[in-house]
Every structure is written in structure tokens, then in C-alpha cells.
């Protein structure tokens, strides 16, 4: 693997966001449907959602910004090239970063159109996704040692 020059605070930092808003995340896999429906649930967890999610991009343009050449627009790219340039598994990066990515851009774009049904399943069904995210990047970052 090439050598990136990165600073590696602002990737632990990130690394730290992603775990504690994933921590509190993961208190509501225990809840249901119903119980979730009720009063600020859907907020607080779409605000730790969209924080891992900003947190986990924020950590690929960080790293691809250090790559001579390198272009990115959009999250999509972001996610992409972080499997082009193996700081990621590319099969990881097609599958699940890029719909992370999409869901990044949901979240803030298109907020309305985001469903309690729809972030209650996310939280049930893809917190795994992030704690993937974590374990390849803390491979990218003993190899770059």
C-alpha cells in the first residue's frame, strides 16, 4: 500500500464521533417499532445518524484530499475511491459505502422524505456497516505506519 501523508488525530477524532454516536444509536435496536414511533426518538436518531454519517465521509475526503491529482464531488466519489485506492475493500465501498452515501444525502437533502419505518430498520438492520467501516480503517492506519 502507498504511503498517504494524513493527520492522524483528525482520523482518530472521527473514529472516536463514529463509535459514540453508533453507542447511542444501538440503544434503540432494543426498542420496537412502536415504542421507537413515540415521542423525540426519531430525531435524536437521525441526528446520530447523520453525524456517523458526516464523520465517516469526513475521514474519506480527509484521506483522498492527500492524493495528488485526486478530484472528488460528491460523496458518491468519496465512496467509491475509497475502494479504488484500497483504504477500503472495493466491494465494500460499491455495496455499502455507496449507500451510505445516498443515505447521507437523504438525510440532509431530502429530510422529509426520510420514514420512521425507514430509520428504525437502518438502525435494526446497518449499524454493522459502521463498525465494518471502523475495522478497515483501522487496518489502512497500521499499514501506514
Known sequence: MKKIPFNREIILSRMGEIERDIDKLSRYKKISLEEFEKGENFAITEHYLRRALEAVFDIGTHILSRIPGKRLSTYKDI????????????NY???KLLKMAGYRNRLVHFYAEVSTEQLYQIIQNNLQDFIEFLRHLKIFLEDSD
Open 79 to 90: 465512496a467509491l475511491s475509497l475502494g479504488e485506492e484500497k483504504i477500503v475493500p472495493q
Open 93 to 95: 465501498a460499491k455495496e
